[in-house]
T-cell receptor, first 114, second 120 residues
Framework: AQSVTQLGSHVSVSEGALVLLRCNYS??????LFWYVQYPNQGLQLLLK??????LVKGINGFEAEFKKSETSFHLTKPSAHMSDAAEYFC????????????FGKGTKLSVKP | GAVVSQHPSRVICKSGTSVKIECRSL??????MFWYRQFPKQSLMLMAT?????????EQGVEKDKFLINHASLTLSTLTVTSAHPEDSSFYIC?????FGVGSYNSPLHFGNGTRLTVT
């Protein structure tokens, strides 16, 4: 079955440190890839997406992600963490089903220490 | 940008009553909307796909008679939790995709802010 794996349910970094959130998908056919952020008691906000073209994708709030087909990965990074980055992050894939539904990873909670 | 409005944001109801949650696309049209349920500290689980003008498609294990979905127009889908029980308490989120934009098929989903349902 198609799936999305996010390694680490909780990641903690210091303010100013590198943020790395991991996401791997299971498919021989490259899907469309998304990262969403969720703040407490709110819906999801799109950070960035990969569909075709350049494999390094830049998103909002200084985040970026690189699609690596050979590793079936789409890890999310940010060079310098800010306190406001503390939230839950979800990787999602669209395998192009009949209605284009997303399959979500289980999420990674990012904590930022002062 | 595209906005999805979900209402109410919080609702508390008594066991046995029904609750209706609305999901509106404010500046775009959506032939398809999705309803999710999120348990504490877990990911979103797709409950059903709401199709404008036709019956919703429910995921395995989701009771269609308990979670009634109506997608009456291109900008509104509703989820009604019927005869609610405490185990229905959860965070419900809807999403929609602009059905008519360029490259809409794989354009991002836009999410509502969710509804926190508490059944006492």
């Amino acid at each position: 079955a198609q799936s999305v794996t996010q390694l680490g349910s909780h990641v903690s970094v210091s303010e100013g440190a590198l943020v790395l959130l991991r996401c791997n998908y299971s498919s021989s056919v490259p899907p469309y890839l998304f990262w969403y952020v969720q703040y407490p008691n709110q819906g999801l906000q799109l950070l960035l997406k990969y569909t075709t073209g350049a494999t390094l994708v830049k998103g909002i709030n200084g985040f970026e992600a690189e699609f690596k087909k050979s590793e079936t990965s789409f890890h999310l990074t940010k060079p310098s963490a800010h306190m406001s980055d503390a939230a839950e992050y979800f990787c999602a894939v669209n395998y192009g089903g009949s209605q284009g539904n997303l399959i979500f990873g289980k999420g990674t909670k990012l904590s930022v220490k002062p | 940008g595209a906005v999805v409005s979900q209402h109410p944001s919080r609702v508390i109801c008594k066991s046995g009553t029904s609750v209706k949650i609305e999901c509106r696309s404010l500046d775009f049209q959506a032939t398809t909307m999705f309803w999710y349920r999120q348990f504490p500290k877990q990911s979103l689980m797709l409950m059903a796909t709401s199709n404008e003008g036709s019956k919703a498609t429910y995921e395995q294990g989701v009771e269609k008679d308990k979670f009634l979905i109506n997608h009456a127009s291109l900008t509104l889908s509703t989820l009604t939790v019927t005869s609610a029980h405490p185990e229905d308490s959860s965070f419900y989120i809807c999403s929609a995709r602009d059905s008519f934009g360029v490259g809409s098929y794989n354009s991002p989903l836009h999410f509502g802010n969710g509804t926190r349902l508490t059944v006492t």
